[in-house]
């Protein structure tokens, strides 16, 4: 049993514009059956049965979800998904938000949070790991991956709201490109976890408004959600060379 993560991006799917094309979220107006096939191509190029991928009702809020068998349906009013059990394929959906998966191979207890700027305030990650201490881990042998966003450059906010997020993770304070104030969410995420005992902390350095692979809510508005999927797997180390063509598997 070993935890996966994979972070999945915008080429290769059934959806057309402005959902082109490998959009994963029901939420936003696309059609249900390209985002259908879209899923169903996902657990094709994971290797994983389509009923195993559990999703959630994201609402920019703490609430975590421990798993133990999959939902029917998405797991509403939640933002952190955890589980101890094998197979159990844990899916956040983002466009510039951070999708963070969290593994803990010690214990055998994976995560997967949607930290925005408002889960970065309120203190979503510090909510998943508690769950995940629950199941018996401990941040020391936590892995983390922040995975694409917006950077911290793209990310003009208000000069309130900055300092609202500062209050909890001063490191998020960073200067637009233009100088003006803005937030640096995975700088953010990366202090807050650091501080709750986590030592591997790795960062995908994609910015979602720059790289025209990713969705990105803040450049296109009305767009799809890519994904970050986190689960133990429980099958044998060997992946066929008929799955590999599937969504980017970068993290192990
Ligand atoms: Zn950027």
Known sequence: MRPRRVVTDRRGGRSVAPYDS??????????PAAVAA??????????????????????HGTGVVVLDAAPEGPVPHCDALVTGTPGLVLCVLVADCV?????DPVAGVVAAVHAGREGLRQGVVPAALAAMAGLGSRP??????????????????????????????????????TGTPALDLRAGLAQVLTGAGVRQVVHDPRCTAEDRFLF?????????????VAWLDDTPRAVPAATRR???????
């Open 22 to 31: 490998f959009n994963l979220g029901v939420h936003v107006g696309d059609d």
């Open 38 to 59: 879209n899923r169903a191509r996902l657990a094709a190029g994971l290797a994983v049965a389509e009923d195993r991928l559990c999703w959630m009702t994201q609402v």
């Open 99 to 103: 999708p963070v998966l969290l593994s």
């Open 140 to 177: 020391a042998d936590v892995q983390a991956l922040l995975g694409p966003a917006v950077c911290g450059p793209c990310y003009e906010v208000p000069r309130a709201m900055q300092v609202q997020v500062a209050r909890v993770a001063p490191a998020a304070a960073v200067r637009s490109r």
């Open 216 to 228: 990105s809510h803040r450049r296109d508005g009305v767009t799809g959600r890519q994904a970050g």
């Open 246 to 252: 599937g969504p980017r598997d970068g993290y192990g």
